[in-house]
């Protein structure tokens, strides 16, 4: 369909290892589902058409994701997914490492959804989030501390600005409820 | 046809306050801006802007959305060209020829062919719209539920083969969501399948955020992980769009905006595709085809009258069968719903007079993105030197309230989360995102068929088997899926080229 010279970010295939360990997990996941699924009543004993069975659909889901895991997988294998890692790295790249501030901003964000929504009024939550991941990922060790100080002012400046505009215009101009 | 036509007058006459037109202005402002902005997409901006438009009356709130999803599918280009990043994955295709432009001091120009393309391209769409939904409105009446329910199969398994990538994990992924989707209450006993005892997930999985999640979330998480965005083009030439551009390449406006359409109307192959589509279409055709990717005119007006008329293309399938044709679409249909609309081939006539408004609203929009277009080209250089570590906290902000706004229940949170790091993890296991969101938002309507079709039928397949529509929708699903397979489709070539020969 895209038929252009340059593949996608999605398009672009994974190692065969990575969909080795995709089609294991799929099938684990879509067996247990499938499994749960089955186990749930069907109501025929109380004249309850079986195709109306609560588990019937969501089982015919399961067991197809669990076929498609074991076609990924047959087809990873066939890729030569069992064989050494440096043979299934593709262009000579390294193992990926894990990306710091990719983690930073995902354990601020878990922050601010479990530590401060629901304890704190919502724009002092905002607030305090946006000021706290600005400065996190603004801040430059070798910068003069004038400047990292300022960087603090501007990001609280701007939490503040997020919690009170986001609380005032959702809240009394679109009559919307906040957290 | 002068009764359709006093329809669209008063339509049009209905939105001519000053209220609806100041709604306009900032929604489409806004849309091109959240476009512009990478890491921020179209989807998440209609997600986000339906929570804002809640209270509004049904036919305001998706004006709003109309010209968030227009201005967003448009402001793409603007960094795709002044920063060689493509602000929506829709424009990626413009890329190629518009920041070459820019670099050869031609950028005004290129932001010209971008705005003369894309207004030109809706304007297609919107026409196609016009005369194909009453059509096949017309035609999904006679649908019952063996036929409804193949439609949404095919739009599962079609967003699985034809989105780009692995067919394999497409068809993986669209059924993780249709599984997703039986999450709760199933509709004939209230038994709360895969709900554990919690009281929350009995109630299901919401769309809206689950949209916010895979489609909000998981851009913050990755435009966290993006370099820094500098701006390489300081100078910029005159916009104004010249006619001879127009004039000189009309059949790939044409062409550009027929691919477009159809690309649309395909369930969840979105704007992205279109333009990738329409570009290659061009270049095959072009007589300058060396200059295609060197700061080709002719590509950059493919690229983007192809993506501009995929939008109304997307919303003809979202009239007629409740399918959406792309994941804006989708999102668009969940708030058509929110509001009480009921999008399908009952729309035409519950509600004949929202056709009618939906084509002024995507006219309204063109014409107020056209407006844009000259006006916002400086401001939005410094609009898009905003640094991610100040704006992504504000988005997160605003996809935190899009989760909970609809239904107030903090649970939606974390069904955000949970499905920004699913979104986030696919992406990185090369998992295309459309197909899960498809299955999502079409297993209620695959459920209630399959179940209703198999009442109706004493149990019995065969309708869904021998009903001609049926019959043949069932063809082309089956035929989508072998063709995904490398080894049937090589075979199938090769059969075809070697007939002639044998004749």
Same mark, same amino acid.
Not at chain 2, 194 to 197: D, K, L, S, W
């Given at each position: 369909m895209a038929e252009n010279d340059q593949l996608l970010p999605h398009e672009v295939p994974a190692p065969p290892r990575t969909d080795l360990w995709i089609a294991v997990v799929v099938f684990v996941f879509g067996t247990a589902a499938a499994w749960l699924a089955f186990r749930m009543p069907t109501y025929v004993e109380q004249k309850g058409e079986i195709y109306t069975a609560p588990g019937l659909v969501p089982g015919i889901y399961a067991v197809v994701m669990v076929l498609l895991s074991i076609w990924l997988g047959w087809r990873a294998i066939r890729q030569?997914?069992?064989?050494n890692q440096a043979a299934n790295l593709q262009n000579n790249e390294s193992p990926p490492a894990i990306d710091m501030r990719l983690t930073l901003a995902a354990a601020v964000c878990l922050l601010f959804v479990v530590g401060l929504i629901g304890r704190v009024p919502f724009w002092l939550a905002a607030a305090i989030f946006v000021t706290m991941f600005t400065s996190l990922f603004e801040w430059?060790?070798?910068?003069p501390v004038s400047l990292r100080l300022r960087r603090i002012g501007e990001a609280a400046l701007l939490g503040l600005a997020t919690g009170i505009a986001v609380t005032l215009i959702f809240?009394?101009?679109?009559y919307v409820r906040l957290p | 046809m002068l009764d359709g036509l006093r329809e669209l007058g008063v339509a049009f006459g209905g939105f001519m306050t000053p209220h609806t037109l100041f709604n306009v202005l900032w929604a489409t402002f806004l849309g091109i801006v959240i476009g512009a902005?990478?890491?921020?997409t179209a989807t998440m901006g209609v997600a986000l802007l339906t929570t804002l438009t809640f209270s509004m009356p049904h036919t305001e709130a998706i004006m709003v959305l109309i010209c968030i999803y227009v201005g967003a599918i448009y402001g793409g280009s603007r960094s795709a060209i002044?920063?060689?990043?493509?602000?929506? /994955? @829709?424009s990626a295709a413009s890329t190629l020829d518009g920041y070459p432009l820019a670099r050869q001091g031609l950028a005004g120009r290129a932001m010209g062919i971008s705005t003369s393309g894309s207004w030109l391209g809706t304007l297609f769409g919107i026409l196609c719209l016009a005369l194909l939904t009453p059509v096949l409105s017309e035609l999904a009446l006679g649908f019952q539920s063996f036929e409804m329910f193949w439609i949404a199969v095919f739009g599962v398994v079609v967003a699985g083969t034809l @989105?780009?990538?692995d067919p394999l994990k497409g068809y993986i992924a669209g059924f993780l969501g249709l599984w997703i989707a039986t999450?709760?209450? %199933? /509709?004939?006993?209230?038994y709360q399948r895969? @709900?554990?005892?919690f009281t929350d997930l009995a109630g299901g999985i919401g769309l809206l955020p689950a949209l916010v999640g895979a489609y909000g979330v998981a851009e913050v998480l990755s435009a966290m992980r993006g370099p820094t965005v500098k701006a390489v083009i300081n100078k910029i030439d005159s916009i104004v769009p010249r006619i001879e551009d127009v004039l000189k390449y009309w059949r790939t406006i044409f062409r550009s905006g027929a691919i477009g359409v159809w690309i649309g109307i395909l /369930?969840?192959?979105g704007e992205d595709a279109a333009a990738w589509s329409s570009y290659a279409a061009a270049r095959r055709a072009s007589? %300058?085809? %060396?200059k295609f990717g060197k700061g080709s005119i002719e590509g950059l007006m493919a690229a983007e009258t192809g993506e501009a008329s995929s939008v109304p293309g997307a919303i003809i399938p979202v009239l007629?069968?409740?399918?959406?044709?792309?994941a804006p679409a989708a999102v668009l249909m969940a708030a058509m719903m929110i509001h009480g609309l009921n999008p399908g081939p009952n729309l035409m006539l519950e509600a004949p007079q929202f056709f009618y408004q939906i084509i002024a609203m995507l006219l309204i929009a063109d014409m107020s993105k056209l407006i844009f277009g000259f006006v916002l080209v400086r401001p939005l250089i410094k609009i898009l030197l905003v640094p991610r570590e100040r704006l992504m906290p504000v988005v997160f902000v605003l996809c935190v309230v899009g989760a909970f @706004?609809?239904?107030?229940?903090?649970f939606d949170i974390y069904v955000m989360l949970v499905f920004g790091l699913i979104g986030f993890v696919m992406r990185e296991l090369k998992f295309n995102m459309a197909p899960l969101i498809l299955g999502l938002v079409l297993g209620d309507l695959l459920e209630k068929n399959l179940t209703r079709g198999l009442v109706l039928s004493g149990g019995s397949l065969t309708p869904f088997f021998t009903r001609p529509v049926s019959a043949v929708l069932a063809a082309l699903t089956i035929i989508s899926v072998l063709w995904s397979i490398p080894a049937v489709s090589k075979g199938a070539r090769r059969l075809v080229r070697r007939q002639p020969q044998s004749g």
């Open positions: 030569g997914a069992l064989r430059q060790s070798d910068q809240e009394k101009v679109f | 902005l990478p890491g921020l002044l920063l060689n990043i493509p602000g929506t /994955p @829709a @989105a780009g990538g999450i709760g209450q %199933e /509709p004939h006993y209230n895969y @709900a554990f005892g /369930p969840g192959l007589k %300058e085809k %060396e007629t069968l409740a399918l959406p044709g792309s @706004a609809i239904t107030s229940r903090v």
